[in-house]
């Protein structure tokens, strides 16, 4: 286990180095001289001395190499520089808008549990039957749906033509009302995959010797079901809960922009429609950090229960 | 009963693509209209029997513009497939064949790339590279190829120990002739259902960006940006969003249909038929 | 010039590293030495797990013995570089314990079979003077024309065998290990391929390395007979019951 440990930490150190090179490598291979285009406002170009000027107070003029390693410095220590756009620091901005992908993405989590779960359940102890197919077709057509067409519906639905809930919008700190259909929206496709996970993690349960021997007490099949099976169907799905977490960074791209939730996904895009190249070389490092936290944090949990695994080399 | 169910899915699937092909091929005879024709008359029109999808913002046929789009979709999804198919299989065959330092050289660039949230990573090229067809496909790919190499280099692992590659070793042949003719027809299977899954991911990435105006770029009847379009008008004119959001739901769900199916199908067969017919 | 020993083995050891962090060290051979004479059988027994197997592959260097030499006819080929090595690899060959999974599951019988002849292991050969090798090669071992076609899981164990038998021939080498080559066979099967490799022996004037746990088939099989033990070789002792003297097996 601590051996495991170690070298998880062991080959996350060069992919580590990898991504910051990757992400340093954004800024510097835009098109265009980077000091030029943070000076050049919408308005006109940027006059030769002022750019002169400022590349050598950020830097600009230094060896690669250097630029690099000045780089990583500040940015280990949380300095990612500032907005072209709004001149705030990027590291700040793109905790603030964190928070907000967080609080959608954790309710997200939750109605995707609550919907896939039982449906998973469902359609494991009938295997073949009515529900077992509505749970099949849902799941399939949760991950062919496109989550802005989805979005979309939903808003016509149930914001146009019901007016249950805001069409979009923050509301007041981004409120339970606002939050609700952006979440179905971002929760579809992670639900398709729980459903079905759900499904063959319980047939699987189901099939091994001690629920077969609690059956024989004469416990009934859903007693059986809930009681006991339940409990350790349910690891795959916590697992498989931890990727879709990450996953659903992807999601919130487009579902942010629409509902105009100022969350990293939301963030990320108008960064790219301003050319705010700090922002987008910010915000690419922070979801690569997050989303190797996340692998990382999911492989200890599956470590921890499984602890019969043996971690050789692949 | 399962396999029929695995059999009536791949069956399907591959019906519907049949169809959007040809949809998509004869474009130019299906279509009732010419897709880029405005005609501020029928601006935001509901569907008519002259216009069975309705009019979009400006006039033009949606049902003639979804067509057309099919081309497109398909176009990006088979190409971007392909390349990281090539770029995957290429790098994923060679780390698990060969192993030790090149192995670990290639997975951790793999791991790399994979560490980036696929969507992110697609904004960060597009981001760099500006909008536009090539650059989309360039980030598609980008994010892609990753997958297929770590796949194939699982199945490369797991054919190492089968005794018929030490016996091509025996005969003297070369390494490059044993992994072009020996390990990659026998990785060939999970290949394609992960390739038939993938284009259907393909399509909806791509009309993700699209939609985002960073993808294909306006002109080209693209569904992504089909429904861009018809955002502003979703109150008064809700059919210029629904029937290229329709295309899209139908193109990938049949993607995906023939990817399961056909991996429901090759699983159990590739499994059982070693051990069982041989005894 | 050519000495009466084929193949002469020298202090031969192969140990197993596995591990990163730590560092796990197996000696699966431990100085093994022995010779095979030309044209003779030599049995290798000892119970599973004693490095039959690794001994029977480093000798065609599948595996990469740690120290030790290794003369093929006259050449050490623990010496030989990659090309080199790879000229010499068709003048030695194997026959591994599970026919199937030592036939590639996506090629046809007769491809299999052919694959030797195509690679030009005996000259430039035409389509149609491969093809009818082919066919003469499955009838000696006792295949029909029609398994041409097949794929291996299509085949019974016993049919296989003899599929990677008719391979061999095709690729007509001086030495062959066989490891264990009826161990996953059916009984009565096993008799049929033994002796089909006997023939075959005699006919070929094949030099061989029989491996076995099953003393009774080795005793069958071969002219003299080694006993490894925990990595080492205990005793090689001549056969008194060699095959020349036990016209019949009595294996059911």
Known sequence: MKIFLLRRALVLLPVMLLVSLFSFALIHMAPGDPAEILLTSPAGGADRAAVEDFRTKMGFDQPLPVQYLRWLGRAIQGDLGYSYMTGQPVCSAILASFESTLRLSLLSMVLSLLASIPLGIWSAMRPGSFPDHIGRWLALLGVSVPNFWLAYLLILMFAIHLKWFPVAGYGNGGDLMHMVLPAIALGAASASVTIRLMRSSMLDVLQQDYIIAARAKGLGGWQVALGHAMKNALIPVATISGLNFGYMLNGSVVVETIFAWPGIGGLVVSSIYQRDYPMIQGVTLFVALLF?????????????????IRYERE | MRENNSRRQMLLGFM?????????????????????????????SPPSWQYPFGNDNLGRCILSRIIFAARISLYIGVVVVSLSLLIGVALGSIAGYFGGLLDELIMRFVDAFLAFPSMFLAL??????????????????????????????GEVISLKGKEFLEAARSLGAKDSYILVRHVLPN??????VMSALGIGFTILAASGLSFLGLGVQPGIPEWGSMLDDGRL??????????????????????FNLLGEGLRDELNPRLGSSIHEDAA | MSSANLIEVRGLSKVFVSGLLNRHEVRVLDDVSFDIRRGETLGLVGESGCGKSTLGRSLLRLIEPTSGSITFDGTDITRLGRGELRRMRHRMQMIFQDPESSLNPRMKIGDSVSEPLRLGLCGKMGRKEILERVYELMEVVGLNPEHYGRYPYQLSGGQNQRVVLARILAINPEFIVADEPTASLDVSVQAQILRLMMDLKSAYGLTMLFISHDLEVVRHMSDRIAVMKCGRIEQVYRNEASSSSAPSLHLG
């Open chain 2, 124 to 153: 960060a090229v597009i981001g760099l590279m500006g909008p536009g067809l090539s650059n989309l496909i360039l980030a598609l790919v980008v994010v892609e190829w990753t997958g297929y190499a770590r796949m194939v280099r």
């Open chain 1, 292 to 308: 190797l936290s996340i692998n990382l944090l999911v492989d200890l949990f599956y470590a921890v229960l499984n602890p019969g």
């Open chain 2, 16 to 44: 519907i693509l049949s169809a959007i092909a040809l949809v998509a091929f004869f474009a130019g005879m299906i279509a009732p209209h010419e897709p880029n024709q405005t005609n501020l008359g029928e601006r935001l």
């Open chain 2, 233 to 254: 008008y979703l109150r008064v004119a809700p059919h210029l969003m629904i029937f290229p959001g329709l295309a899209i739901t139908i193109t990938v769900l049949a």
């Open chain 2, 187 to 192: 990785v060939l299977a999970p290949v394609l």
